[in-house]
């Protein structure tokens, strides 16, 4: 194995999500993975249908992306933050979100450079840390009134002179943590002190259950010029398959960026650009209508699971479990979920340090309905005997 895979041991996710695949059990719940059978904007999918015929979408060309889905991701980062884009020259589209992220650190970084990131995070931004020559510097989530917060005493402590990106998301995968203005306040000060960069990975944003505003890094004063926005149609507009994300940044860096987007993947998937565009323009996103179904599964499955060590997200997709509070290894909590009780759940291993997200097992709220979760807590029940 070559060395810039040695600390890189995959997600889990791929392997509970074929095991589940090769058994073909209809009665599975898929807690697994991050999919969401909620539909995606109709003005999304009748873009795309339209493009499949045209020529223009079979072509490399323009290898930054459309215009026009240029125009509208950097209308929707100015929107949100406060600050004016310039299509053109701030933004470029990537082959997914964590394309954007991946592209984004290969030109932001040095090997052997630090980059702050929380602890649990999802394994695939850790993983592109380590693939773009970073070293993870893990800042502890903690528990606070059965809520996720962030530990601002040791991100104060992390700050030194080799720290050159921050790596931030909220809502963040696989917590669900959503980061309060102090918080936000802590992460853009840290960053100033430390002089580095934060790279947002804004894909969840609006999934929020808070009622909140949206809080962004780059609406924070001075902060414009070193923070980077990596968006896509993903999550908040249920486009998976379309594999479409966005980098919004200063100007200073964009051109490095848009060298490695070159290098790296070429271009976007053509016939995929016209639906994301559409997603992004369309007054009927249905963003709001999809959060609120998200959070009716959120509080089915805080409701069966009431008596358990379960911590709420304020957000996003998922949330996790303490199963060795209870006893149990996530590893083996899992495989009894999936042998006795016919759920499959991811165990949180090499998703940050193992006394921390390792402790945990992740249940992904957005691709299942309430229906069929009716009967969660007895299943539980029937594997771990709790």
Known sequence: MVSRLANIPGIGVDRMGNAADAIANPEMLRLENLDTDIAPPKAAIDATIAAITRDDANSYLPFLGTHDLRRA????????????????SQCIVSAGGLSGVLNSLLALIEPGDEVIITDPAYAGLLNRIHLSGGIPKLIPLTVTDNRWRLDLNALEDAINPKVKAIVTMSPSMPSGIVHTREEWQAIVSAAENADAWIVHN?????ILFTGEPVLHPASFDGMAERVITVGS??????????RVGWVVGPKKIMN???????T?????????????AAA??????GVAAATAEWRARRNHILSEMKDLPVVIPDGGWSLLIDTVAMGLKPEDASK?????SAIAATPMTDWGQEDRAG????????????????????????????
């Open 73 to 88: 991701a950097a209308d929707r980062v100015s929107k949100t933050t406060g600050v004016a884009y310039d299509a053109d």
């Open 202 to 206: 804004a894909a969840m944003e609006r």
């Open 233 to 242: 149609v993903s999550k908040e507009y249920r486009m998976i398959g379309w």
């Open 256 to 262: 490095d960026i848009g060298l490695v987007s070159l």
């Open 264 to 276: 790296n993947v070429v271009c976007q998937v053509g016939i995929a650009m016209p639906g994301a």
């Open 280 to 285: 992004l323009t369309t007054d009927d996103d």
């Open 336 to 340: 009894k979920l999936f042998d006795d």
């Open 359 to 386: 402790r945990y097992l992740r249940f992904v709220f957005a691709n299942e309905p309430v229906d069929r979760m009716s009967d969660l807590r007895e299943r539980i029940r029937k594997a771990w005997k709790a």
